[in-house]
């Protein structure tokens, strides 16, 4: 037993993405009490021994710094990827904390995102962080999506799919004219972050990383937006997200908007341009999501 741990009917909560894990814990009261961030976590990388491992010792370094500050009495886990069949991962959860497994409640991430903005049937959530998704959440508790599949079908205005675009016209402007990156700025600050010029440098980064390692490439991208290449995929990715919420009010009726994620802060430009995109009768605003806070919440009701 970890001798730091105090007394406490604390609830963690844990919002686990791909480019980073936050957790809170909260006290009866719902006050946060404590909070901190490991790396990267995806439902997804259960796929495969190295992922499983990677996992596990993220969930490790995770509970050593919960216990810390206390051990809680609930766990609520919101995971990019989660699809419903997480016995091992409550499993481990529950092991790492001293918990019985009954204690520990796994879901999607987008479920938290979207309780962090709305009761149940209130309005739409729009989330971009290395993917993204449009979600609601109706007064039956059903969860209803548009988008969200993932990298390599879509996740349009993510943060993967920016850097993907980028390196896409880079790599495209260069089979039409050899050493073109260096008159753009954009060019100029992907190839400094990915470690050079050379294709082989890129390929690694694009095929060699998991997806959050990728998305944080888009920083170089915002970082840039003077360049009228960067500027262009940044209001694109705008036009992506609002696409989710036309989606989702065509299905639904109109009910307000909040767009959230680390992505969708990322430029000024996508939210403009998410704004510009959708009727004017659309109430639109930007939040910066605290999903691991109203998982502890939760947690510790």
Request: glycine content about 14%.
């Amino acid at each position: 037993m970890n001798q730091a741990v105090v007394p406490g009917a604390f609830g963690l909560g844990i919002d686990a993405g791909g480019t980073q894990t936050r957790w809170a814990l909260a006290d009866a009261a719902g006050a946060i009490v404590a909070e901190g961030q490991v790396a990267g976590l995806s439902a997804l990388q259960m796929g495969s021994a190295a992922g499983r491992q990677t996992v596990h010792a993220n969930f490790a370094e995770l509970a050593r710094a919960v216990l810390l500050h206390g051990r809680p009495v609930g766990v609520r886990a919101g995971m990019t990827g989660f699809g419903g069949d997480g016995e091992q991962l409550q499993r481990w959860l529950a092991e790492l904390l001293g918990l019985n497994a009954q204690a520990v409640t796994l879901c999607n991430d987008i479920e938290i995102a979207y309780l962090d903005s709305f009761a149940p049937g209130e309005g739409y959530l729009v989330y971009a962080g290395t993917g993204s998704i449009g979600a609601f959440i109706d007064a039956e508790q059903q969860f209803h999506r548009a988008g969200g599949r993932g990298v390599m079908l879509d996740d349009g205005g993510g943060g993967f799919w920016i850097a993907r675009e980028a390196l896409r016209q880079i790599w495209r402007n260069e089979d039409e004219c050899p050493g073109r990156w260096r008159q753009s700025a954009m060019a100029r600050a992907v190839f400094e972050h990915v470690g050079g010029d050379d294709w082989s440098f890129s390929r690694q980064f694009i095929y060699g990383q998991e997806r959050g390692a990728v998305g944080k490439l888009a920083l170089a991208v915002a970082a840039s937006a003077d360049d009228p290449a960067a500027a262009a995929i940044l209001h694109n990715a705008g036009l992506e997200l609002a696409r989710l919420a036309r989606a989702l009010t065509d299905r639904f009726g109109v009910r307000p908007v909040v767009l959230a994620g680390r992505a969708a802060a990322l430029h000024p430009s996508i939210f403009g341009a998410m704004r510009a995109a959708l009727p004017s009768d659309t109430a639109l605003t930007q939040t910066v999501s605290h999903a691991h806070h109203a998982a502890a919440r939760i947690a510790a009701k």
